[in-house]
Nanobody
Framework: QVQVVESGGDLVQPGGSLRLSCVAS???????????LSWYRQVPGKERELVAS????????RYADSVKGRFTISRDNAKKMVYLQMNSLKPEDTAVYYC?????????WGQGTQVTVSS
């Protein structure tokens, strides 16, 4: 079984920065490093969208066009953590941000953390 818990959401002014964290608790045979990790976000009335992802092996990353150059995803396998560094935040980044751990088509979602960008 895998549980992920996000933290770090807050109210921040436009142009500001925020770092989201996600910690995983794993009670199966597989190591944290074998999971692909992603951040998604969702606003009311819209579908959940992929923000950034980082693969399990080479650690290659992928970003939504809307956040390229502003957001950075990273992972610390020893701490079983994944981070999302968000810079130059815009009001349209306001959403609930979710962490996802994936392995062999099994998906494990967190409960989400609210990010609000407003002056």
């Amino acid at each position: 079984q895998v549980q992920v818990v996000e933290s770090g959401g807050d109210l921040v002014q436009p142009g500001g920065s925020l770092r989201l964290s996600c910690v995983a608790s794993i009670s199966n045979f597989f190591s944290f490093s074998s999971y692909a990790l992603s951040w998604y976000r969702q606003v009311p009335g819209k579908e959940r969208e992929l923000v950034a992802s980082i693969r399990s092996a080479a650690g290659s990353t992928r970003y939504a066009d809307s956040v390229k150059g502003r957001f950075t995803i990273s992972r610390d396998n020893a701490k079983k953590m994944v981070y999302l560094q968000m810079n130059s935040l815009k009001p349209e980044d306001t959403a609930v941000y979710y962490c996802l751990a994936t392995r062999s088509n099994y998906n494990y979602w967190g409960q989400g953390t609210q990010v609000t960008v407003s002056s």
